[in-house]
């Protein structure tokens, strides 16, 4: 039954791509929306007998070892929310029915692909998915076609293709040792082969393809542009999911299911990790462009999730998978305002904006929920995953990390409040006394994900008890 999860993107894809007289552009909208929408809804029961049932799918090149664990509903559901949102953001932004329909069709071909990593136990298998996206998500950036979409597009390309042939060499280079490319005999093969050390040395040099898929510092150079140079419902599905499920979801599951946690790579992950959030902070400070600001601190907010995997501990990783959730409902809520600010004003220069909250009240408040969950502020979802990374790497002995940790998040809440004093705190200028709430799908999308990080940290124990402990206790450490 999981299979569906995949499937049904690419059927209705097909259908939707055959030439039926009763089959019209606007209906690839709603198709989107309805199976985002299930999969979200189905994801709050992860109990459910739907997700029992696991499947091997074998195909002329490659099989599909299909599974899920509580780490991959928290994805799916992360997936669902984020691509109906970005829907409800493109039918607001894309007014021509042909630039709709190539949008929400790109947009199944990305959920399949996402879903599809989520759930693949097979590293050949996820390479295939990650390329899915990854090329989707090319086309996408590109799709405004202006210059700077289209170096945008450019330099995620070529940094992805570096990134593609470090994860092809060590797929070939794992096939010739192990035989196989189930990652669960790839990890008893690292306890148990002789050829151990070239298998770990293969499984490293995936892991760097996966850091410049997920943008760390120093493979981040391509994602500043990408995210700032894509269109506004773009910018929110590359920013929200994308990037987080192509790199960082599949790092994390690479080490949890075929790579272990020795020392020596759990301190690479932590130094990539610190470096990564202490640069990102402190370069989103200096930015006067706001989506550029928002994707320098992405760099800032995923360095958390790799600092608590690289910890290793069953708490560690449950804090970093509950950031990775958290990450992607505020910072998609952040890209959807601004997307409505630069609707309103056709600028994306902080520096020209000015009082916008009398007349955005509802971006206010959501960027308000946004920016304080970021921060690590009480009782927003954001500040219990940030709490728990941090306990769980003093508990570990890791002080400076858990100090780095805290003080970082003192940067985060200082440039978002600038963020949020020069766009809507202060006098409104006379040049944009015109302005106003963006009406439809823009308020609709901001309100939902500012319910979900307010909800997630109200009901933090339903959060711990159904989601972030059955993680834990899947580590077992």
Known sequence: MISLLIFMPFLALLILNI????????????????????????????NASFWDSASDVIGNFFKLNLAIDSLSIVLLFCIGTVTFITALVAKHFITDQKRLFNFTSLLLVILAGMNGIVMTRDIFSLYVFIEIAAIASFILIAMNKDIDAIEGAFKYLILSAIATTMMLSSIALILLMVGDTDLSVISYAMKTSERAPIIMAAIGL???????????VPFHG?????????????????AGIVTKT????????????AFGFDNTVKTILMLVGTVSIVFGALAAIGQADFKRMLAYSSISQVGYIVLGLGCGTGLAIAGAAFHLFNHAMFKSLLFVNSA?????????????????????????????????SASGIPPLAGFWSKLIIVMALWAAGHYAYAAIAVLASVITLAYFLSMQRRVFFGKLSGELKDIRET???????????AAITIGAGVFFPFMLNVFILPIANMIGR
Do not use: H
């Open 340 to 372: 409505s600010v630069e609707l309103e004003t056709k600028t994306r220069d902080m520096n020209k904006m000015t009082g916008f909250g009398q007349k955005m009240p509802v971006a206010a408040f959501t960027s308000a929920v946004a920016t304080l």
């Open 439 to 449: 009406a439809g799908g823009l308020v609709l999308s901001a309100s939902i994900l």
């Open 206 to 216: 995936f892991i760097c393809g996966l850091f410049i898929k997920g943008g760390l």
């Open 19 to 46: 030439p039926f007289k009763d089959i019209t552009k606007k209906d690839a909208f709603w198709a989107v929306l309805a199976l985002s929408a299930l999969q979200a809804g189905i994801s709050l029961f992860p």
């Open 246 to 257: 192509v790199g960082i979801y599949t790092l994390m599951r690479i080490m949890i299911s």
């Open 222 to 238: 391509w994602l500043p542009d990408a995210y700032s140079s894509a269109s506004a419902p773009a910018s929110v599905l590359l």
